[in-house]
């Protein structure tokens, strides 16, 4: 889960090597389909513009967006029915009201 600041450079990093470690590493940009032309993060001109539109975006469909990525990332082939999720910066806050489906 990106920070403020949405998903950047170093939130993309952070997911490459959380799969170069072996992991299944999904990284969502909460800002696609909002930005110009129907963009992503990375159609914003300025970082103010994707976080102001961040800003305006409800909790629960922050929340839906994560947990779309997250059962995404479960149904690959090699997921073991082991999951986590990882918050940066005050989408950390989000790690724990996702709606996480407990498997033992």
């Given amino acids: 889960m990106?920070?403020?600041?949405?998903?950047d450079d170093l939130q993309r990093a952070i997911a490459d090597q959380l799969a170069t470690d072996g992991?299944?590493?999904?990284?969502?940009?909460?800002l696609s389909g909002l930005g110009p032309k129907g963009g992503?993060?990375?159609s914003f001109p300025y970082p103010d513009e994707a976080l102001r539109t961040l800003a305006g975006m409800r909790?629960?469909?922050?929340?839906?967006?994560?947990?779309i990525?997250?059962?995404?990332?479960?149904k690959f082939p090699r997921a073991?029915?082991?999951?986590?999720?990882?918050?940066?910066?005050?989408?950390g806050r989000a790690v724990f009201g996702l709606?996480?489906?407990r498997r033992i």
């Fill in 80 to 91: 073991n029915g082991k999951g986590a999720a990882l918050g940066c910066g005050l989408e």
């Fill in 59 to 67: 909790p629960e469909e922050a929340l839906r967006r994560f947990g």
């Fill in 23 to 30: 992991f299944i590493a999904v990284a969502p940009d909460l």
């Fill in 2 to 7: 990106h920070y403020d600041a949405g998903l």
């Fill in 40 to 42: 992503n993060h990375d």
């Fill in 99 to 101: 709606p996480l489906k």
């Fill in 69 to 74: 990525a997250f059962d995404y990332g479960m």
